[in-house]
Each structure stands twice: as structure tokens, then as C-alpha cells.
């Protein structure tokens, strides 16, 4: 079934910068595609970034473009996003997920397994 | 980018109802949509993939059908821990991939 455990968030200033990161257990890592969803308080959910499992297919809500760059370490079952140039509306739960089936060199677009979310609070 | 409408933005509902949401695309996406469960301060949880296709573990009361452009959601027989929010979502071809704006089901 797997576990996803993210970690890294917290409060940063307008302009600044944060890297999050999801740690994976049990399932093979490397042949999952992963995802980032956002959700702003009180509101629904925004797909952010997906990245393939080799890592060579990676893309990104025009929202966080140029500002966000999604990563994965395969030897650690580890994701990452790091996340530049914040603003106020980047202030969310930030959710790593899942592909729903293995794709090595493609990306998955529904999402089968989710971590329990870390926030992010952009505020001077 | 594609757009979903999602409707009602909130029910109310009773032990037992049948309850159903329906989900509009701006475009043809042919199957490529999922359906996602979303307790208080909890993750979301996958129902229903490729429109029709229950993920393994979840009841048999929950159902999707539809293609194209028109996709609904329905629980059979409403049971109190049903009680979330749900979202939509589709995945066709390439990302963006957008969601719905999700639909409370409440007492």
C-alpha cells in the first residue's frame, strides 16, 4: 500500500524561499510517478506539479511556474519542491501523491496513495 | 486549460439518501476523470478512477459513470461516515490537471 510523509513546511516571508519534502515507504519509489496538490485554507484542491518516475517528464501549474521546481531522489524514496519567489497565495497544505498506477517515463494523473499534508504559511 | 463544474456546491442529506453529484468538463475528456472523498483536516482519499472504476477497498455504494463531457457521482445508500467533502478531477492527456470546486454532503 505504501506511506507518504511530508515534512519541511512552515512560515516564510513574501519573497522568500522553502523546499518541502515527502518521504515514501513501502512501494518500489522509483516506478511511481508523483504529484504536488495544494489547498488553500477553507478553500478546494489545485494541482501544482507531477513529475514522471525516471524524473525525466516534470510540469507545473502556470500559477507556480518558474517559481517551483519538483525533484525526486529515487535512492532515498524521497520528493521534493522547492519553492521560490513566495507570495502570499502560495499559503496552503501542501500534499505530496501518488501516481495510481507504476510509470517510469510518464505521469499518472489520478492519485491513489496521499501523504497528511504540510502547511505553508507565506506572511511578512 | 480545461475547466470543471462541479454541482451542487452543497447537500443536504439524510442517513440512507441516495445522493448524486455531477461533474461538467469544458471539453471532451473522454474517461479520464476521478472522483475523491475529503474529510476534515484529513488527505484527500481516491473513490473512483477512469470515471467508472472503483479503487480497491472503497464501498460498493459509491459509483461514477459517464464520458465525454457529463460525469456523476452517486452513493447508494448515504451512511453517516459519508459525511466529506467531494471533488472531481480530470486527467486527460497531459497536465494541467484541474478539479472541481468539490460538494458538501451534509446533514
Known amino acids: 500500500e505504501g506511506q507518504l510523509l511530508e515534512s519541511g513546511g512552515g512560515l516564510v516571508q513574501p519573497g522568500g524561499a522553502l523546499r518541502v519534502s515527502c518521504a515514501a515507504s513501502?512501494?518500489?519509489?522509483?516506478?511511481?510517478?508523483m504529484t504536488w496538490v495544494r489547498q488553500a485554507p477553507g478553500k478546494g484542491l489545485e494541482w501544482v506539479s507531477s513529475?514522471?518516475?525516471?524524473?525525466?517528464?516534470?510540469y507545473y501549474a502556470d500559477s507556480v511556474k518558474g517559481r517551483f521546481t519538483i525533484s525526486r531522489d529515487n535512492s532515498r524514496s524521497t520528493l521534493y519542491l522547492q519553492m521560490s519567489s513566495l507570495r502570499d497565495e502560495d499559503t496552503a497544505a501542501y500534499y505530496c501523491?501518488?501516481?495510481?498506477?507504476?510509470?517510469?517515463?510518464?505521469?499518472?494523473?489520478?492519485?491513489?496513495?496521499w501523504g497528511q499534508g504540510t502547511p505553508v504559511t507565506v506572511s511578512p | 486549460d480545461i475547466q470543471m463544474t462541479q454541482s451542487p456546491s452543497s447537500l443536504s442529506a439524510s442517513v440512507g439518501d441516495r445522493v448524486t453529484i455531477t461533474c461538467q468538463a469544458s471539453?471532451?475528456?473522454?474517461?479520464?476523470l476521478s472522483w475523491y472523498q475529503q474529510k476534515p483536516g484529513k488527505a484527500p482519499k481516491l473513490l473512483i478512477y477512469?470515471?467508472?472504476n472503483l479503487e480497491t477497498g472503497v464501498p460498493s455504494r459509491f459509483s461514477g459513470s459517464g464520458s465525454g463531457t457529463d460525469f456523476t457521482f452517486t452513493i447508494s445508500s448515504l451512511q453517516p461516515e459519508d459525511f466529506a467533502i467531494y471533488y472531481c478531477?480530470?486527467?486527460?492527456?497531459?497536465?494541467?490537471?484541474?478539479f472541481g470546486q468539490g460538494t458538501k454532503v451534509e446533514i
Open positions: 513529475i514522471s518516475g525516471s524524473s525525466g517528464s516534470t
Open positions: 478531477q480530470q486527467y486527460d492527456n497531459l497536465p494541467p490537471y484541474t
Open positions: 501523491a501518488r501516481g495510481g498506477r507504476m510509470a517510469i517515463f510518464g505521469v499518472v494523473g489520478y492519485f491513489d496513495n
Open positions: 477512469d470515471a467508472i
Open positions: 471539453q471532451d475528456i473522454r474517461n479520464y
Open positions: 513501502g512501494f518500489p519509489f522509483g516506478n511511481y510517478p
